[in-house]
């Protein structure tokens, strides 16, 4: 009875305000039962071009850094209050116990507060204390515990998009 409230109430929308249902050009979003589902609710697929990716980079980390939380339940959620309390868990931990690598292993709010500045320093000077206890250990430099002043999706991209606003000649990247 839903699912035909649902499809009434897509076909009761115009044209150009119909849902549309992006997928990545996976099996799952191109099998034919879906598509006939799809097609039957009146929504739209869109899929991804190869090399053309409107996906977003940090979006597709948290869905699955989320999927692969070991409280995510396998079955799915039991109804939408039990889904939206594991997402108010998940997005709490998410924000201030997870700590994230692309930003030296901080959590988002220690990075937010700028508490991220000094925990970085003392990482730093246990590396170095350590690395004076026992130089042998040590081959190389110790980790990088700098502060990441920005947080980008291609920094390799913005550099080629920095020198072009200045009008400098830039070598090409490869694909």
């Known amino acids: 009875m839903q699912r035909t409230a649902l499809a009434e109430a897509i076909h009761?929308?115009?044209?150009?305000?119909r849902p549309v249902l992006h997928g990545d050009n996976g099996a799952t979003l191109k099998a034919t039962t879906v598509l006939?589902?799809?097609w039957w609710l009146g929504v739209k697929p869109s899929y991804s071009r190869p090399r053309v990716s409107d996906d977003n980079a940090f979006i597709e980390?948290?869905?699955?850094?989320?999927?692969?939380?070991?409280?995510?339940?396998?079955?799915?959620?039991a109804d939408l209050g039990a889904a939206?309390?594991?997402?108010?868990?998940?997005?709490?931990?998410?924000?201030?116990?997870?700590?994230?690598?692309?930003?030296?292993?901080?959590?988002?709010?220690?990075?937010h507060?700028?508490?991220?500045?000094?925990?970085?320093?003392?990482?730093?000077?246990?590396?170095?204390?350590?690395?004076e206890r026992n130089p042998a250990r040590w081959s190389g430099n110790t980790r990088d515990w700098s502060h990441i002043?920005?947080?980008?999706?291609?920094?390799?991209?913005d550099s080629v998009v920095v020198a072009a606003s200045r009008r400098?000649?830039?070598?090409?990247?490869?694909a």
């Open 84 to 111: 939206r309390e594991w997402a108010r868990e998940f997005v709490h931990w998410y924000n201030h116990d997870h700590r994230h690598s692309g930003i030296r292993y901080v959590s988002p709010a220690q990075r």
């Open 149 to 157: 002043k920005a947080v980008t999706l291609n920094p390799e991209r």
């Open 113 to 131: 507060e700028g508490r991220d500045v000094a925990i970085l320093a003392a990482r730093h000077e246990v590396y170095q204390q350590a690395r």
């Open 168 to 174: 400098e000649p830039i070598q090409p990247l490869a």
């Open 61 to 77: 980390s948290l869905f699955r850094t989320a999927k692969y939380r070991p409280e995510f339940p396998a079955a799915g959620f």
């Open 12 to 17: 009761a929308m115009p044209r150009d305000e």
């Open 36 to 38: 006939a589902m799809l």
